[in-house]
């Protein structure tokens, strides 16, 4: 009698047994044992990824489910460069499990073991997409693969990226660091020999630097300012003297145009002086003026002006 009884309640307590796949999550079931299966032994994950929904699980197996959210993770880092001063800056990463290859879900199942409730985890990073969502004890969570897969690739592309420069030259080549960054960070990820993440986007702001570098790039840019200021002054003086010489230049091409046309004008009046007197009564008239003749000095002429009608 006791036997059925016992047999009836397992049956009961073993019928009833289901769980739930929330929305953006992938898993696996894991067969497990206990008291009532008579401590068979469990055969630990089996059958194919099953997504979203309600399963049947029965008294002792569970689903072990991977968070397939898409997050965003900011996190601040620093680097050495090669002349010993320790940058910082900041790195957002958009990133998610790689739910759509069976594989990969499978290998982040058998390798990672889900982490708990993640609000008793300490992380420099800080999730800017938020929430905890599905059972979190039988979950790998997106800060955990965060951690594991992301964090170490994303340092070690900073380090080497920002090592081979010296403190100087950062803020000159910050676009050129950046970018090596980027493609370094792509690199190391392909040294996985699974895709087990996929990441979004990678962007890199804030590059700190250290106060006293903060207070030398503040005065190198005042001399910068100061230099441009005196090279422009200097350029304007240059230019002021050039117009200068090209007005002199100028002076004299004229005036010896000017000098050119009255020895012309002098040697065609020596030789038909006739012209300058003609020149002369004809000035005379037209105002009104007198005329010495050259031939008889005290001879003066006395001129009509010329009246216009």
Request: charged share 25%.
């Amino acid at each position: 009698m006791k036997k059925f009884v016992i047999l009836l309640i397992s049956l009961l307590v073993v019928g009833c047994g289901s769980q739930d796949i929330p929305p953006a999550h992938k898993g696996r079931m894991f067969d497990k044992t206990g008291m009532f299966a008579l401590w068979a032994g469990g055969q630990g994950f089996k059958g194919s990824v099953i997504g979203p929904g309600t399963y049947y699980t029965g008294l002792y197996p569970e689903i072990r489910m991977i968070d397939c959210s898409q997050r965003t993770v900011k996190e601040s880092l620093t680097a050495l460069t090669r002349d010993g001063v320790q940058f910082s800056l900041d790195v957002y990463v958009s990133y998610g499990a790689n739910c759509d290859q069976e594989k990969a879900v499978t290998s982040l199942l058998e390798k990672l073991t889900p982490e708990g409730d993640v609000s008793q985890n300490k992380d420099s990073a800080s999730d800017t997409t938020g929430g905890k969502t599905g059972d979190v004890e039988l979950t790998i969570t997106a800060a955990q693969i965060y951690r594991v897969y992301i964090r170490p690739a994303i340092g070690e592309a900073v380090r080497e990226s920002v090592s081979p420069y010296i403190a100087n030259d950062v803020n000159s080549k910050r676009e050129e660091i950046f970018d090596k960054i980027k493609k370094a960070f792509g690199d190391n990820l392909e040294k996985q020999s699974e895709k087990i993440v996929v990441v979004y986007g990678l962007n890199l702001s804030n590059l700190d630097f250290p106060d006293a570098m903060d207070v030398a790039n503040a005065a190198r840019a005042a001399q910068a300012i100061l230099k441009d200021k005196a090279i422009a002054e200097r350029e304007k003086v240059q230019a002021e003297i050039e117009t200068a010489k090209l007005q002199v230049v100028q002076a004299q091409v004229q005036a010896q145009a000017e000098a050119a046309k009255i020895d012309t004008i002098g040697a065609a009046l020596h030789r038909n002086p006739e012209y300058y007197i003609r020149d002369v009564y004809y000035y005379a008239a037209e105002k009104g003026g007198s005329v010495m003749l050259p031939g008889n000095p005290n001879l003066i002429l006395q001129m009509t002006p010329k009246i216009s009608k």
